[in-house]
C-alpha cells in the first residue's frame, strides 16, 4: 500500500509554545488529508478534513484557531498546535486519500505530543 | 448518524486459539468496511478491505466477512500467535468520499 509519513514521531514541549507536525503522502498525492487525535484506551476522534489548496473543515468542538492545519501542496499538510496547554497532550495521526479505485485512506505512524 | 461497535472491547486468549472479532454499524447503506490493525503508540495498518458487494475478504490467516443487510462484520483469525497482540479497529465508509467511522476497538492479547 501506499506510505504516509509523519514528523516529529515524538514531541515534547513547553506549555504555551506552539507545535507543528508534518504528515506525508511518499509515494502518491493526497487529494485529501484527514486529521484525527487519540486518547489512551480510545478510537480514533477525527479533527479536521482538509483538501489541497482549500481550507480545512473542522469537525465540531475542535478549534480551528488553536489547530491550524495547512495542506499547501498534494503531498504535504501540517498540523500546528498553537499555544499548547498540557490537555493537548494527545497521539495525532493524519490520514491520506488520493483517488484510486477504493479511495482509500493511508495512515501514517502517529506523533505523540506531551505538553509539560 | 452512522455508528461503529465492536464487541468485545478487550479479549485474551491462548496461543493457537481460532477467534473472532465482531463490529456491528446501524446503518447498512455502506461504500465499505476495514479492518485496521494498530499496535500500541504506532499508526494504523490496513488488514483487510471490503467493498460493499463482497462478502469476504482473506490474507493470510485473516478474514473478515461482511453482511451488509444486517450491519455486521467478522473478523476470523486462524491458529492465534502472541504477534497477534494489538488492537484491532473497524471502521465503515458511506460513500467513495466521505470519511471512515471507526468503532473503539478490540484489544487482543495473545499468551504464550
Known amino acids: 500500500g501506499a506510505v504516509v509519513s509523519q514528523h516529529p514521531s515524538r514531541v515534547i514541549c513547553k506549555s504555551g509554545t506552539s507545535v507543528k507536525i508534518e504528515c506525508r503522502s511518499l509515494d502518491f498525492q493526497a487529494t485529501t488529508m484527514f486529521w484525527y487525535r487519540q486518547f489512551p484506551k480510545q478510537s480514533l476522534m477525527l479533527m479536521a478534513t482538509s483538501n489541497e489548496g482549500s481550507k480545512a473543515t473542522y469537525e465540531q468542538g475542535v478549534e480551528k484557531d488553536k489547530f491550524l492545519i495547512n495542506h499547501a501542496s498534494l503531498t504535504l499538510s501540517t498540523l500546528t498546535v498553537t499555544s499548547a496547554h498540557p490537555e493537548d497532550s494527545s497521539f495525532y495521526i493524519c490520514?491520506?486519500?488520493?483517488?484510486?479505485?477504493?479511495?482509500?485512506?493511508?495512515f501514517g505512524p502517529g506523533t505523540r505530543l506531551t505538553v509539560l | 448518524k452512522q455508528e461503529v461497535t465492536q464487541i468485545p472491547a478487550a479479549l485474551s486468549v491462548p496461543e493457537g486459539e481460532n477467534l473472532v472479532l465482531n463490529c456491528s454499524f446501524t446503518?447498512?447503506?455502506?461504500?465499505?468496511l476495514q479492518w485496521f490493525r494498530q499496535d500500541p503508540g504506532k499508526g494504523l495498518t490496513s488488514l483487510l478491505l471490503?467493498?460493499?458487494?463482497?462478502r469476504e475478504q482473506t490474507s493470510g490467516r485473516l478474514n473478515a466477512s461482511l453482511d451488509k443487510s444486517s450491519g455486521r462484520s467478522t473478523l476470523y483469525i486462524a491458529a492465534s500467535q502472541p504477534g497477534d497482540s494489538a488492537t484491532y479497529l473497524c471502521?465503515?465508509?458511506?460513500?467513495?468520499?466521505?470519511?471512515?467511522?471507526f468503532g473503539e476497538g478490540t484489544q487482543l492479547t495473545v499468551n504464550p
Open positions: 471502521a465503515v465508509k458511506e460513500t467513495s468520499g466521505s470519511r471512515l467511522t
Open positions: 471490503i467493498q460493499s458487494s463482497q
Open positions: 446503518d447498512s447503506a455502506i461504500y465499505n
Open positions: 490520514s491520506a486519500r488520493g483517488g484510486g479505485v477504493y479511495n482509500e485512506q493511508f
